[in-house]
């Protein structure tokens, strides 16, 4: 208060018969545009979150929450906040929540009573912090404009900027808005102690670094890395060029003159003057960096963030297909869209279909300073100034070209191709240079990751460069009505002098509201029912009566992360995420979404295939995951917008499948938006493991004649991290001992086994790696159909049967690459393990003068191919291909004919004598268009692989009538 009184406070001179007017000072009109802008900032976010303020009363009551996609509240601080932020397993989710840990400074916002207040303030909050970093670094570093010239010109930039990322990311306003408004700030304090400071300029820049530090989000850590190396490089290339333009070649006949501005006393006499310059500040700012932001975030991250998860590649794959997606082709770029949820909500894609082409206005304004001549001159014209310039369209401009990513057209050079390019040449090269340059090439692309990133440095430069535009603009039209108010009244001359600011940051709003959808978005008031308040009260009851029975497992399904929504009993529709459902209800459970554990994923694709296709055996892997509640959503739907949806009307045929097995459980809760059932055939005792070694359909027949056998046995599978590596016996079901064998000795001595290299799946669109129909989890029901969006060409059980969980489709001819270590000298026995069709390789190690020709063909059985008329009916049977030759195949397969994987094989890729300890870099180039399947390569010691037979602690069983285990009540 005592701050707002200052600034109202004015100058009044002194008293005459008539008051004179009120005299402002500069300072104190700054301070009240500034409040101004505050309340305006406040007052638009009250009207534009209306709707969630007035559902604050049935929040606090318990009775509703805000719940929307990814913006899941949490309701109990110590299991789902406190916990998950120390490192610990959480029970809930069965994983770790490595996003809680990296951003749980500012996680607690989404406590579901404090969400509301949180969405309504902080996004203010945060948008008038960035306001005033904008204003004050430019009212600081072009004092030719007006500071109140700024101050008013600053106001609606910023907002449009901030709202079209409210618009997108409201789901992750905790982080992404506010570590953007912490990325802003970040921005304008290095640079103004770079370029612009005269006194002090390492207190700014190292503020900076702390400030990125502490950003909530880690795509800005590397954002800021990013705008300070481009930065600091260009300052670098400008000293460079001013030092060549010196010719200091002229004075080398003269280097003895040097020498005494080279000793220690000289340099510590003039330290002042060199800290103070250009190249001294670029320099010493990216020590800055690296000691105090990017050093201690890499510790954060490698001990505390991603402690436990083994694989972060699973859950944000970064392969040539994912980048494609998150590409932003140049229209929507130049009209600033950016892939968010609302769009998703209303067409069913993330980024919008078609541009918003008035939004280019604002790209227009962005450019003006830099192709305006009269306004380049007029506002940089002062050397700091033009070296501002200069790195500022520099980041710019970069920042636009790697957006663009593998964005149509395709013959357009953008960052991603270019480095693609690079990165192909190289990996062509096949040599320790080659290696060397994909080495650093794959490190940029998987540091930096996905293209829409790089918008955020666009739109942080807008934030800056508008403002520039804008003031420039109302100085320009202010100094020609004063030349106007010559011949015209003063009054009329004071009233537009003063109007046209406020005009124009008014108008500056017209392009973002001629979009129907930000117009419908904000002006709805709870941002078209996205933030609605989702009542609770049937799902309390649920809860209450969970709580008063035995403990145990429970789910919620159907999922609800398939493209369908939620209608609650007021009908209005909700878009949540698995999550919500494990948090309210606070009880152990499993989460296989987005980010969810891998293992999950896997056992509930089986669940699910299972109840999918109403195949009962889906009650043996329930139980196995010791599930004792299933909760069912009644009011789950369709999405009624478009978009992917997985398990197309899964949510009409649970309650049927689950009601038709009485014998194994039943309802014990319902009312009118759940049903509760309760499993009555669980295991009472130890089990036995049991590792089912055999082709899909087999597998799915064992577990299908018999109901019973998870209560006696405990399933593992090769695909699971840790389920093979640590038992004292071991049931094994195969038709195959030999396979089983050798699928056993692999998850014994996991150091023999060798997946094909990832440094090139950034950047070949060849290769389709199995990671990508990871994230999510429900693509890989695309494996099994024979559509566009199955990029194998080949039908395959999800990740069923594989080693390691997972593998490469190989569906062209290309070059792939596995790095195969050998720990001793001897001959070795190379085994490929995947699903060939019918293909020729070439296999070459340099290293080991290695090059042969390698035929794969696919042991019938294993896999099989049909007519593609045929391939989905029961009448089909499997075509003989020993008829056509292998380009012939190429021409039928997957148009015609289908190749349908059941089960992973071993071919024999020869023997390779080994002098000495090495690792040897095997490529193998792929010569057809025949589909192909690889998981990696084993190097076993050849005496080894002869004599190999089933470990002493497993018993074989060679027929699933053998396992016996009856269920607790007879069917």
């Known amino acids: 208060m005592r701050a707002v009184s200052k600034a109202l406070q004015f100058e009044r001179q002194p008293s005459t018969p008539h008051e004179l007017p009120i005299v402002w000072t500069s300072q104190q009109r700054v301070r009240l545009i500034a409040l ?67 951003a749980f400074l500012t996680t607690w916002m989404r406590y579901y009573k404090i969400l509301p207040f949180a969405i309504v303030l902080v996004i203010p909050g945060i948008t008038f912090a960035g306001y005033l970093a904008v204003s004050i670094f430019l009212s600081r570093s072009f004092k030719n404009l007006a500071p ?61 670094a702390l400030v990125t530090l502490f950003n909530p989000a880690v795509h800005y850590l590397i954002l800021f890395a990013l705008y300070q190396s481009m930065t600091v490089g260009g300052l670098l290339l400008l000293e460079g060029i001013r030092f060549v333009r010196l010719k200091p070649w002229q004075f080398l006949p003269q280097w003895r003159e040097w020498l005494p501005y080279l000793r220690p006393a000289w340099l510590w006499q003039h330290r002042e003057a060199i800290l103070q310059s250009n190249a001294a500040r670029a320099i010493i700012a990216m020590i800055f960096l690296g000691s105090l932001a990017l050093v201690p975030y890499a510790l954060f991250v490698k001990f505390i963030a991603l402690r436990g998860v083994p694989n972060l590649s699973e859950t944000v794959p970064g392969d040539f297909y994912f980048i494609t997606d998150a590409s932003i082709p140049i229209a929507h770029l130049l009209s600033l869209d950016m892939a968010g949820i609302m769009d998703k909500m209303m067409t069913g894609d993330y980024l919008a279909r078609e541009p918003r082409y008035a939004n280019m206005v604002y790209t227009v304004s962005l450019l003006l300073p830099l192709f305006w001549p009269q306004m380049r001159r007029r506002l940089f014209n002062t050397a700091a100034r033009r070296r501002f310039l200069f790195v500022a369209y520099l980041n710019v401009f970069f920042s636009m ?91 009329w001359r004071r009233v537009l002098h003063r109007a046209i600011a406020p005009g124009l940051t008014l108008l500056f709003f017209v392009p973002l509201f001629s979009n129907w959808q930000y117009r419908e978005t904000f002006l709805s008031g709870d941002f078209r029912q996205f ?83 109403q195949q009962d055996w889906w009650v043996n892997i329930a139980r196995d995951l010791n599930l004792r509640y299933i909760v069912v959503n009644r009011e789950l739907i369709a999405n009624t917008v478009g978009g992917a949806e997985y398990l197309r009307e899964i ?26 059932y309760q499993f009555t055939d669980l295991p009472k005792a130890a ?58 000795y692999i998850k014994a001595h996991p150091e023999r086994f060798f997946s094909p290299s990832s440094s090139i799946l950034a950047f070949n669109p060849n290769i389709v790696p199995s990671s990508y129909y990871l994230s999510p989890m429900f693509r890989l029901f695309q494996f099994f159909s024979d559509s566009k969006w199955n990029r194998l060409h080949m039908i395959t059980p999800g990740l069923f049967g594989t080693i390691k969980g997972s593998f490469i489709g190989v569906p062209r001819p290309t070059k792939f690459r596995i790095d195969v270590k050998f ?56 075509l003989d291909i020993s008829r056509y030759t292998l380009e012939e195949l190429e021409q039928l397969i997957p148009t015609q004919i289908v190749a349908v994987n059941n089960r992973y094989q071993y071919f024999d890729l020869g023997t390779v004598e080994v002098n000495s300890a090495r690792t040897a870099i095997f490529y193998f180039n792929k010569q057809d268009s025949n589909p192909l399947l690889v998981e990696g390569v084993l190097a076993i010691p050849d005496e080894t692989y002869q004599r190999l037979d089933l470990p002493a602690n497993v018993r074989l069983v060679q027929s699933a009538r053998e396992l016996g285990c009856q269920p607790l009540t007879a069917p």
């Open 651 to 676: 949510e009409k045929i649970i309650l049927p499948e689950l009601d038709q097995l009485p014998q194994y459980l039943h309802r014990v809760y319902e009312n009118a938006s759940y049903v509760v």
């Open 531 to 613: 933030l609605a308040p989702y009542p609770v009260t049937l799902l309390k009851e649920v809860k209450s009566f969970l709580q008063g029975m035995p403990p145990g497992k429970v789910v919620v399904l159907p999922p609800t992360e398939t493209a369908k929504v939620v209608v609650d009993l007021n009908g209005v529709e909700h878009k949540f995420i698995d999550k919500f459902h494990i948090y309210y209800l606070d009880l152990p459970s499993y989460y296989y979404g987005l980010t969810g554990d891998s293992d999950n994923k896997f056992e509930f694709f089986l669940l699910l295939r299972a109840l999918y296709y």
């Open 401 to 491: 070209w790697a957006t663009l990513g593998y964005s149509e057209p395709a013959w357009l050079p953008t960052f991603h191709r270019t480095i693609a390019a690079i990165s192909l040449a190289a990996y062509g090269m096949e040599s320790v240079v080659g290696d060397l340059i994909l080495k650093v090439t794959s490190t940029i692309v998987q540091v930096l990751r996905f293209p829409h990133r790089f918008e955020l440095i666009l739109f942080m430069m807008a934030c800056i460069l508008m403002p520039l535009s804008l003031a420039q603009l109302i100085q320009w039209i202010q100094e020609r009505l004063q030349e106007w108010g010559r011949w015209s009244s003063t009054a």
């Open 36 to 102: 101004l802008v505050a309340l305006l900032y406040f007052g638009s976010s009250f009207f534009f979150f209306r709707g969630v303020i007035a559902s604050i009363p049935d929040i606090l009551a318990g009775k509703a929450v805000i719940n929307g996609d990814e913006l899941v509240p949490f309701f109990n601080p110590v299991s789902q906040l406190i916990d998950q932020a120390a490192g610990k397993f959480n029970q809930l989710t069965h994983g770790y929540e490595f996003r809680v840990r990296y």
């Open 823 to 878: 720990p001793a000298p001897g001959r070795y026995r190379l085994l490929l393990r995947g699903a060939a069709t019918v293909n020729a390789l070439e296999m070459r190690a340099s290293s080991l003068q290695l090059q042969r020709p390698v035929t794969l063909k696919a042991q019938p059985g294993w896999l099989d191919f049909y007519d593609q008329r045929e391939v989905f009916t029961s009448q089909r049977t499997p």
């Open 148 to 208: 109140e010239t700024i101050y008013t010109a600053s106001a609606a930039p910023v907002a449009v900027i901030f709202l079209i990322l409210t618009y997108s990311k409201i789901t992750h306003f905790y982080t992404l808005i506010l570590g953007f408004s912490m990325f802003l700030i970040a921005v304008t304090l290095v640079t103004y102690g770079l370029l612009f400071a005269t006194r002090r300029p390492y207190r700014p820049i190292a503020a900076a």
């Open 687 to 744: 089990r036995v493991p049991l590792f089912i070694d055999m082709k899909w359909s087999d597998f799915i027949a064992a577990l299908s004649s018999n109901l019973a056998l998870t209560r006696c046995y405990d399933l593992r599978h090769p695909v699971v991290s840790d389920d093979l590596t640590d038992y004292e016996q071991l049931v094994l079901l195969t038709d195959e001992p030999r396979v089983a064998a050798l699928d056993l």
